[in-house]
């Protein structure tokens, strides 16, 4: 079947999107040339924020990054700056004494925050995978099982199933588990779940192995029997330990983004019953997350049912994850319209939320203009979504 015009538009630009700005702007603009590794924050404005922390997650999403380019582009500049990457997080964000990873360190790379947050463990796990596949360098790939078997040992819930979401230094359950001041302070999320499903899906296409294959069956199957709202078929976002849902919040995001993380897990563990299952609860979810899609194509960031109330700012994430959800529920329906969606939210990204001017794109557009208050590169805002839907476009069209 010839690919339709339209889709093919949107490929061939979000490829030039991914090689003539978002990875430019990563490797000529955020390298801290002072104190080495990247920079912690380059504000709305495209300032570098002098002093400013350098956070795991940004970090270990850098690797993930241009190792994943370099495996779709095999591009040479995409490999030196995964290897830069991967020195530097090597060198200053992995605890030698109590193994794991810091949550943030100072602009000098010193530790700063040494609690462990699974969530930044998870994407190590993703990081290192990924330049394992990119690399072959067998450290990586042993870092990587090690996160693995730490998180298992660590963070699992042997009673109860799923992960708890935060430790010390020294690996003591902490009272105050968030990620973010947003989030609630709940022992299990969704949020860290779904990172930990990506991280081992990525582990496992290198590393076939038995209980990793077992535990990324338990996790998907946990999200198709316990995280997906079987009425309402969003997902439910924050839990108490023994599983009560403690939200109404609805992140439309991470619906959709979920749609084909989860998807995709079935379809790496290769067992017909659970892909046959995911692709059901899978399209239920992608649809679910339409709710917040608009007439422009695209989608607003989440809605509090608890106060009837609604953020309609268009982050940039959320976009990104649209594209390719919608181009993942094409491919499980077969249905034109929902790739037609995607070249349409698209259409929205470019028009929208790409600075052509200073490069990457703004954290979001609220009120029909860029939101310049918040990071253009910082803890929370990375090349890891952008980049991302651009490589899966790229490969699954």
């Not at 700056?81 to 060198?91: E, F, Q, T, V, W």
């Not at 790409?354 to 253009?376: A, T």
Request: some cysteine.
């Amino acid at each position: 079947m010839m690919m339709p015009a339209y889709a093919q538009k949107m490929k061939d630009e979000m490829r030039d999107e991914l090689t003539r700005n978002i990875l430019p702007f990563w490797m000529h603009k955020t390298i801290d040339s002072e104190s080495g590794g990247f920079v912690g924050q380059i504000d709305g404005r495209g300032n570098v924020v002098k002093g400013a922390p350098k956070g795991g997650v940004l970090n270990a999403r850098i690797l993930w990054t241009f190792s994943a380019a370099f495996n779709t582009l095999s591009d040479p500049a995409c490999m030196n700056m995964a290897n830069y990457s991967m020195n530097y997080s090597l060198n200053h964000f992995f605890d030698n004494e109590y193994e794991g990873t810091y949550w943030k360190i100072g602009y000098n790379g010193n530790p700063t925050d040494t609690k462990k947050q699974i969530y930044s463990q998870a994407f190590f796990i993703y990081a290192l995978s990924e330049y394992f596949k990119a690399t072959g360098d067998e450290q990586s790939l042993i870092k990587a099982i090690d996160l693995f078997r730490l998180i298992e040992e660590k963070s699992f819930d042997n009673r109860l199933n799923g992960y708890f979401e935060a430790y010390s230094r020294d690996w003591q359950l902490l009272d105050d588990l968030r990620l973010s001041d947003k989030d609630a302070n709940e022992k299990k999320t969704t949020n860290t779940h779904l990172h930990i499903l990506e991280a081992y899906t990525n582990l496992y296409r290198v590393w076939k192995d038995k209980q990793l294959e077992e535990k990324l069956m338990n996790l998907t199957n946990l999200f198709l029997d316990r995280i997906i709202d079987p009425v309402s078929h969003h997902l439910l976002l924050f839990f108490d330990e023994e599983w009560h849902s403690r939200s109404k919040l609805i992140s439309y995001g991470h619906d959709i983004e979920a749609s084909w993380l989860v998807y995709e897990a079935a379809t790496a563990l290769n067992n017909k019953q659970l892909i046959a299952k995911a692709k059901d609860s899978c399209t239920l979810l992608a649809k679910a997350s339409l709710e917040g899609l608009q007439p422009d194509g695209s989608l607003i960031y989440e809605r509090d049912d608890s106060e009837g109330i609604f953020d309609t700012d268009r982050h940039w994430w959320p976009q990104a994850e649209t594209v390719v959800g919608l181009v993942n529920l094409y491919g499980m329906t077969a249905d034109e319209t929902w790739l037609k969606q995607a070249a349409q939210c698209w259409d929205y990204i470019s028009n929208n939320l790409i600075d052509k001017e200073n490069g990457e794109w703004y954290w979001s557009i609220r009120n029909g203009k860029p939101n310049l208050g918040e990071d253009k590169a910082g803890f929370w805002k990375c090349p890891y979504h952008n980049a991302r839907a651009c490589l899966e476009i790229i490969k699954r069209l």
